[in-house]
T-cell receptor
Framework: GAGVSQSPSNKVTEKGKDVELRCDPI?????LYWYRQRLGQGLEFLIY????????KSGLPSDRFSAERTGESVSTLTIQRTQQEDSAVYLC??????????????FGDGTRLSIL | GENVEQHPSTLSVQEGDSAVIKCTYS??????FPWYKQELGKRPQLIID?????GEKKDQRIAVTLNKTAKHFSLHITETQPEDSAVYFC????????FGSGTKLNVKP
């Protein structure tokens, strides 16, 4: 596709529910990243995929968060038993990358998650 | 993992003045340092980047300098314009991307 696509663009759900966020990277981009951005804050690294393996998942805040990726394509970020502090914009980015990671990232528009 | 610190958190300049934002990083293995601009409600957009084998890079009014020994890099914007007003993020890769906390730049007309 032309750019990184994320869905849904907005998600409102009740505390305790599970949510699944989707990211479609730019075709051919082997690296994929998830970030969390709270209102007025910086970009909090969550997880990085190289192909369908995750060499760095150190940023996942708790075991309620998980992510997977199918090949070099779509990734899903799942948050189980959501809490109000999970409310944020979840951004996905992709890049052409070898293991060195020294390629620019291209961001999607994000999913704005609101937990009631 | 990598730790990136960014200063200042807010910066207000008069139109036409220069703006400088500084970042430090902790992992000496980091070898790629991009800068992103994020306007309110929009996605971050890459504005310039530098790799570890280069000390300085310039693109029109924007320049970035890198000091690998001291583990710091800086963004320089000259002749600032109101449309430069945004939040700027630095990042270092090792190889996951680690972002600084952001600098809110306000250019006053």
């Amino acid at each position: 596709g032309a750019g990184v696509s994320q869905s849904p663009s907005n998600k409102v759900t009740e505390k305790g529910k599970d949510v699944e966020l989707r990211c479609d990277p730019i075709s051919g981009h082997t690296a994929l990243y998830w970030y969390r951005q709270r209102l007025g804050q910086g970009l909090e690294f969550l997880i990085y995929f190289q192909g369908n393996s995750a060499p760095d998942k150190s940023g996942l805040p708790s075991d309620r968060f998980s992510a997977e990726r199918t090949g070099e394509s779509v990734s899903t970020l799942t948050i189980q038993r959501t809490q109000q502090e999970d409310s944020a914009v979840y951004l996905c980015a992709s890049s052409l990358s070898g293991a060195s990671g020294n390629q620019p990232q291209h961001f999607g528009d994000g999913t704005r998650l609101s937990i009631l | 993992g990598e730790n990136v610190e960014q200063h200042p958190s807010t910066l207000s300049v008069q139109e036409g003045d220069s703006a400088v934002i500084k970042c430090t990083y902790s992992d000496s293995a980091s070898n790629y340092f991009p800068w992103y601009k994020q306007e309110l409600g929009k996605r971050p957009q890459l504005i310039i980047d530098i790799r570890s084998n280069v000390g300085e890079k310039k693109d029109q009014r924007i320049a970035v300098t890198l000091n690998k020994t001291a583990k710091h890099f800086s963004l320089h914007i000259t002749e600032t314009q109101p449309e430069d007003s945004a939040v700027y993020f630095c990042a270092a890769t090792s190889p996951g991307f680690y972002f600084g906390s952001g600098t809110k730049l306000n250019v006053k007309p």
